[in-house]
Each structure stands twice: as C-alpha cells, then as structure tokens.
C-alpha cells in the first residue's frame, strides 16, 4: 500500500502568473512513501527555473517546452538534487544551482551530479529582481536555500515544513506522521529534523523571520498539502517551535 497522489501528477499545475508546480509520484526515503512536487517558474525574460525537479518525463518536457527555455535547474537541499542531472542532460545549457553540501553528498552517495554553483543568502543576478532566498543555516544535516517568488507573493520551501494528509497515508505512515508532528492539518518539520537545530536555533530563527517579513500569500512544500493561502500564518504556525 502507497501514499495516495495529486492527481494529475507529471503536469503542469498553475499556482499563479508564471508560476506552476508539478506534483510528481511518491519516492522511498528509508521505506517511507513521500509524494514529490516541484515548482517551475517563467522568469521576466522567459527562462524557466525548475525546483526540486522531478524525474523528466517525456509528456511534462513536452509542456515545459512550450513555456520557454529551462535555464535554470535548482538542488535546494542536500536531499532534493537526485533528478538534476538527468534534467542537465535534456537541457544541456541549463545552470546548475546547488545548496550547500549537495556536491559533497553526491559524491559520498557516488551519484554523478553535474557542475553546480552553490547557493546562499544572496539571490544571484539572473533572478534577483524576482525571487528571493535565504539560507536556513543550524542544522546538523540539512542545509536548505528556500526562495519567493515576488509577483504572486510565493514561497517555496522543501524540507522544513512536511504537511502529510492522513487520507492519503498508509496507517502507519499516518501513525508515524503524527508521532513526528508533520501531520495535517498542523504540518511542520519533523521531530527529528527539530531536534537538528538544537546548537543553531539562533541562526534558522533569523532566516525564518526573514520569510515572515516578505508576508507570503502562497507556501509551497515538497511533501504533503501545500498552502494556496494564509502563508504568513501557516508559517507562524509551524515554526512555533522555534519562534517562541
């Protein structure tokens, strides 16, 4: 038994203008089922950048091409980078953008991941006047970059906020769900994910409140109900844990 998908999934699904995520199929992380979800983005120029992409299907390509050139393939944590070079592949011109410790896990994993600028807390030229980043620092072993999109007022996180929907679960993954905290309709990161941050609280503070201050409309997550409203206080809620 699976987790139940987002149906359609391996298409496009608008969010607002020139915004669009695509819910892709589940993948195991240690036995467990998660749904996948990426998000796509036409830039003012017309390039396309892709987040977290999922694995490159013909029939989704065939969609995307018709939106613009893919020029800019995004790794935003170092557990989110499997699919990129698959998608360098197909779009040979695309820059590769990494989060820090995405190259050094690859090699560890020997996963043959393509030349990548790293990330940071500064949104490089090519989409600075649009999105913004921040890097999540405090972790002991994720280190994300999480972005907004300006215009539609969107934020896209992957990791840090899981929000599983227990009609899509199988029992025990709602069962584990709900030990961990990252059950819906109270999604947040899990408990051991929290418990990372335990010597770099300060530092995810500041670039949670940094979030906070752009007032998102919109959430985006990788796993489970993203948020097509109330952003800002969704973001209150499920970072309460390390706000107060």
């Known amino acids: ?6 149906a359609p999934i391996n298409t496009l699904k608008p969010v607002g203008e020139n915004i669009w995520i695509v819910d892709g ?26 987040h977290s992409p999922t694995a490159p299907l013909p029939n989704l390509l065939n969609e995307i091409d018709q939106l613009g050139g893919v020029k800019h393939l995004i790794a ?93 679960l199988p029992w025990y993954f709602t069962l584990l769900c709900k030990l961990a905290g990252n059950l819906d309709p109270d999604g947040k990161a899990p408990i051991d994910m929290r418990m990372a941050f335990s010597s770099g609280r300060s530092h995810a503070k500041r670039a949670i409140e940094r979030m906070i201050s752009w007032a998102p409309e919109k959430v985006i997550i990788s796993h489970g109900r993203w948020y097509d409203s109330n952003g800002t206080a969704e973001l209150k809620r499920a970072f309460r844990w390390l706000l107060t």
């Open 76 to 168: 935003p944590n170092n557990i989110h980078y499997l699919s990129v070079g698959s998608w360098k592949e197909h779009y040979p011109n695309a820059q590769v953008w990494a989060a820090p410790d995405v190259l050094k896990r690859a090699s560890e994993y020997k996963i043959n991941f393509p030349v990548a600028q790293e990330l940071n807390d500064t949104a490089p030229a090519d989409w600075k006047n649009e999105i913004n980043q921040v890097y999540v620092r405090g972790n002991k072993f994720l280190h994300e970059i999480d972005f907004f999109h300006k215009p539609t007022k969107t934020l896209i996180l992957t990791d840090l906020i899981e929000n599983f929907e227990a009609k899509k």
């Open 1 to 6: 038994m699976t987790t139940k998908l987002y």
């Open 25 to 50: 199929p589940h993948v195991s992380f240690y036995g467990i089922p998660f749904p996948t979800r990426m998000t796509l983005i036409r830039l003012a120029n017309g390039d396309l950048w892709v």
